[in-house]
Protein backbone atom coordinates (compact mmCIF):
# COMPACT_ATOMS: atom_id res chain seq x y z
CA UNK A 1 0.00 0.00 0.00
CA UNK A 2 1.25 3.15 -0.78
CA UNK A 3 1.74 6.24 1.87
CA UNK A 4 -1.54 8.06 2.58
CA UNK A 5 -4.06 5.43 0.69
CA UNK A 6 -6.43 3.81 2.36
CA UNK A 7 -7.49 0.45 1.82
CA UNK A 8 -10.21 0.92 0.25
CA UNK A 9 -8.23 2.69 -2.62
CA UNK A 10 -5.56 0.18 -3.10
CA UNK A 11 -8.40 -2.54 -3.52
CA UNK A 12 -9.81 0.12 -6.13
CA UNK A 13 -6.43 0.09 -7.52
CA UNK A 14 -5.35 -3.79 -7.46
CA UNK A 15 -9.05 -4.33 -9.04
CA UNK A 16 -8.96 -1.95 -11.67
CA UNK A 17 -5.32 -3.42 -12.64
CA UNK A 18 -6.85 -7.06 -12.90
CA UNK A 19 -9.67 -5.68 -15.05
CA UNK A 20 -7.03 -3.94 -17.34
CA UNK A 21 -5.06 -8.07 -17.41
CA UNK A 22 -8.16 -9.85 -17.86
CA UNK A 23 -9.65 -7.01 -20.54
CA UNK A 24 -5.92 -7.31 -21.81
CA UNK A 25 -6.30 -11.35 -22.03
CA UNK A 26 -10.01 -11.19 -23.83
CA UNK A 27 -8.29 -8.66 -26.43
CA UNK A 28 -5.52 -11.44 -27.53
CA UNK A 29 -8.15 -14.02 -27.52
CA UNK A 30 -10.35 -11.93 -29.81
CA UNK A 31 -8.03 -10.84 -32.50
CA UNK A 32 -7.37 -14.63 -32.69
CA UNK A 33 -10.49 -15.14 -33.60
CA UNK A 34 -12.39 -16.08 -30.19
CA UNK A 35 -15.57 -15.25 -30.66
CA UNK A 36 -16.24 -16.05 -26.57
CA UNK A 37 -13.77 -14.04 -25.91
CA UNK A 38 -14.93 -10.82 -28.01
CA UNK A 39 -18.51 -11.77 -26.47
CA UNK A 40 -17.19 -11.52 -23.03
CA UNK A 41 -15.56 -7.78 -24.07
CA UNK A 42 -19.13 -7.00 -25.35
CA UNK A 43 -21.09 -7.63 -22.16
CA UNK A 44 -18.02 -5.48 -20.07
CA UNK A 45 -18.77 -2.52 -21.99
CA UNK A 46 -22.35 -2.64 -23.80
CA UNK A 47 -23.97 -0.68 -20.65
CA UNK A 48 -21.46 2.18 -21.04
CA UNK A 49 -21.18 1.94 -24.66
CA UNK A 50 -25.28 2.06 -24.91
CA UNK A 51 -25.38 5.08 -22.43
CA UNK A 52 -22.79 7.25 -24.41
CA UNK A 53 -24.79 6.63 -27.83
CA UNK A 54 -27.99 7.05 -25.96
CA UNK A 55 -27.25 10.47 -24.34
CA UNK A 56 -25.75 11.63 -27.90
CA UNK A 57 -28.77 10.97 -30.06
CA UNK A 58 -31.71 11.11 -27.63
CA UNK A 59 -33.18 8.01 -29.10
CA UNK A 60 -33.39 4.46 -26.79
CA UNK A 61 -34.33 2.46 -29.91
CA UNK A 62 -31.21 4.38 -32.12
CA UNK A 63 -28.86 4.21 -29.61
CA UNK A 64 -29.00 -0.09 -29.21
CA UNK A 65 -28.71 -0.03 -32.99
CA UNK A 66 -25.25 2.60 -32.90
CA UNK A 67 -24.58 0.50 -30.05
CA UNK A 68 -23.92 -2.70 -31.85
CA UNK A 69 -22.97 -0.99 -35.00
CA UNK A 70 -19.73 0.59 -32.49
CA UNK A 71 -19.70 -3.14 -31.26
CA UNK A 72 -19.36 -4.89 -35.11
CA UNK A 73 -17.08 -2.00 -36.28
CA UNK A 74 -14.99 -2.81 -33.43
CA UNK A 75 -14.47 -6.28 -34.44
CA UNK A 76 -13.74 -5.31 -37.66
CA UNK A 77 -11.08 -3.46 -36.72
CA UNK A 78 -9.54 -5.44 -33.86
CA UNK A 79 -6.68 -6.28 -35.59
CA UNK A 80 -5.84 -2.44 -35.41
CA UNK A 81 -6.22 -2.08 -32.07
CA UNK A 82 -2.64 -1.78 -31.00
CA UNK A 83 -3.03 -1.78 -27.15
CA UNK A 84 -1.57 1.90 -27.05
CA UNK A 85 -4.84 2.77 -24.37
CA UNK A 86 -7.22 0.34 -22.71
CA UNK A 87 -9.96 -1.44 -25.46
CA UNK A 88 -12.87 0.34 -23.55
CA UNK A 89 -11.36 3.83 -24.45
CA UNK A 90 -10.73 2.41 -27.98
CA UNK A 91 -13.83 1.01 -28.41
CA UNK A 92 -16.12 4.58 -26.59
CA UNK A 93 -13.91 6.32 -29.66
CA UNK A 94 -15.84 3.82 -31.92
CA UNK A 95 -19.00 4.71 -30.84
CA UNK A 96 -18.48 8.30 -30.33
CA UNK A 97 -17.65 8.65 -34.08
CA UNK A 98 -19.97 6.48 -35.27
CA UNK A 99 -22.97 8.18 -33.19
CA UNK A 100 -21.73 11.44 -34.20
CA UNK A 101 -21.51 10.29 -37.86
CA UNK A 102 -25.11 9.37 -37.57
CA UNK A 103 -26.15 12.51 -36.09
CA UNK A 104 -24.33 14.87 -38.90
CA UNK A 105 -26.38 12.79 -41.63
CA UNK A 106 -29.76 13.45 -39.65
CA UNK A 107 -29.29 17.23 -39.13
CA UNK A 108 -26.50 19.76 -39.51
CA UNK A 109 -24.65 20.17 -36.49
CA UNK A 110 -25.97 23.86 -34.83
CA UNK A 111 -23.08 26.31 -33.74
CA UNK A 112 -24.11 29.18 -31.57
CA UNK A 113 -21.95 32.28 -30.62
CA UNK A 114 -18.31 31.99 -30.43
CA UNK A 115 -16.96 31.84 -27.03
CA UNK A 116 -13.42 32.22 -26.18
CA UNK A 117 -13.12 31.03 -22.43
CA UNK A 118 -15.83 30.14 -20.28
CA UNK A 119 -15.37 28.66 -16.07
CA UNK A 120 -16.69 25.61 -15.55
CA UNK A 121 -19.47 25.36 -13.96
CA UNK A 122 -19.82 22.80 -10.82
CA UNK A 123 -21.84 20.02 -11.10
CA UNK A 124 -24.81 19.71 -9.70
CA UNK A 125 -25.19 17.97 -5.56
CA UNK A 126 -28.97 17.71 -5.18
CA UNK A 127 -29.90 13.91 -5.72
CA UNK A 128 -33.25 15.13 -7.46
CA UNK A 129 -31.37 16.85 -9.98
CA UNK A 130 -29.17 13.75 -10.50
CA UNK A 131 -32.20 11.68 -10.82
CA UNK A 132 -33.80 14.37 -13.64
CA UNK A 133 -30.31 14.74 -15.39
CA UNK A 134 -30.63 12.15 -17.99
CA UNK A 135 -34.04 13.52 -18.88
CA UNK A 136 -32.84 17.07 -19.27
CA UNK A 137 -30.16 16.15 -21.11
CA UNK A 138 -32.08 14.34 -24.01
CA UNK A 139 -34.06 17.73 -24.17
CA UNK A 140 -30.94 19.41 -25.16
CA UNK A 141 -30.58 20.54 -28.80
CA UNK A 142 -28.31 18.44 -30.67
CA UNK A 143 -25.24 20.41 -31.02
CA UNK A 144 -25.73 21.57 -27.18
CA UNK A 145 -26.35 17.72 -26.38
CA UNK A 146 -23.65 16.27 -28.14
CA UNK A 147 -20.88 18.56 -26.61
CA UNK A 148 -21.75 18.32 -22.55
CA UNK A 149 -21.76 14.81 -23.20
CA UNK A 150 -18.28 14.94 -24.88
CA UNK A 151 -16.73 17.48 -22.72
CA UNK A 152 -19.04 16.83 -19.27
CA UNK A 153 -19.53 13.03 -19.35
CA UNK A 154 -17.15 11.47 -21.87
CA UNK A 155 -14.16 13.75 -20.52
CA UNK A 156 -12.84 14.91 -24.09
CA UNK A 157 -11.10 18.82 -24.45
CA UNK A 158 -12.78 21.39 -26.21
CA UNK A 159 -9.90 20.81 -28.89
CA UNK A 160 -10.59 17.14 -29.15
CA UNK A 161 -14.29 17.74 -29.47
CA UNK A 162 -13.91 20.62 -32.36
CA UNK A 163 -11.63 18.13 -34.47
CA UNK A 164 -14.46 15.39 -33.83
CA UNK A 165 -17.10 17.62 -34.70
CA UNK A 166 -15.15 19.61 -37.17
CA UNK A 167 -16.24 23.15 -35.13
CA UNK A 168 -14.02 26.16 -33.79
CA UNK A 169 -12.71 25.39 -30.41
CA UNK A 170 -15.06 28.47 -29.39
CA UNK A 171 -17.85 27.04 -30.89
CA UNK A 172 -17.34 23.87 -28.88
CA UNK A 173 -17.00 25.70 -25.51
CA UNK A 174 -20.58 28.37 -26.82
CA UNK A 175 -22.70 25.23 -27.22
CA UNK A 176 -21.59 23.71 -23.47
CA UNK A 177 -22.61 27.04 -22.26
CA UNK A 178 -25.81 26.73 -24.28
CA UNK A 179 -26.04 23.61 -23.10
CA UNK A 180 -25.22 24.33 -19.18
CA UNK A 181 -27.62 27.10 -19.03
CA UNK A 182 -30.07 24.54 -20.46
CA UNK A 183 -30.10 22.16 -18.20
CA UNK A 184 -30.29 24.96 -15.32
CA UNK A 185 -33.15 26.27 -16.42
CA UNK A 186 -34.63 22.25 -17.01
CA UNK A 187 -33.44 21.02 -14.05
CA UNK A 188 -35.25 24.51 -11.82
CA UNK A 189 -38.41 23.75 -13.27
CA UNK A 190 -38.43 20.16 -12.59
Known sequence: ?????????????EAKAEEREVEAALVIRAKDNDFLAYEQ??????GRVFAL??????????????SQEAFVLAWRKLASFRGDSAF?????????????????KQTPFRNS???????EEGRADNTDEQMN???AISKLPDGART???LYSLEGYTHDEI???????????????????QLLKGYLNAA
Not at 4 to 9: A, L, P, S
Not at 170 to 178: N, Y
Request: proline share 0%.
Open 53 to 66: CFRLCGDRDMAEDL
Open 113 to 119: LDIDDMT
Open 162 to 180: GTMLEIAQGSSKAQLHRAR
Open 133 to 135: LEL
Open 41 to 46: LYRLHV
Open 1 to 13: MIKGQTVFETDTV
Open 147 to 149: VFV
Open 88 to 104: GSWLYRIATNSTLSYLR
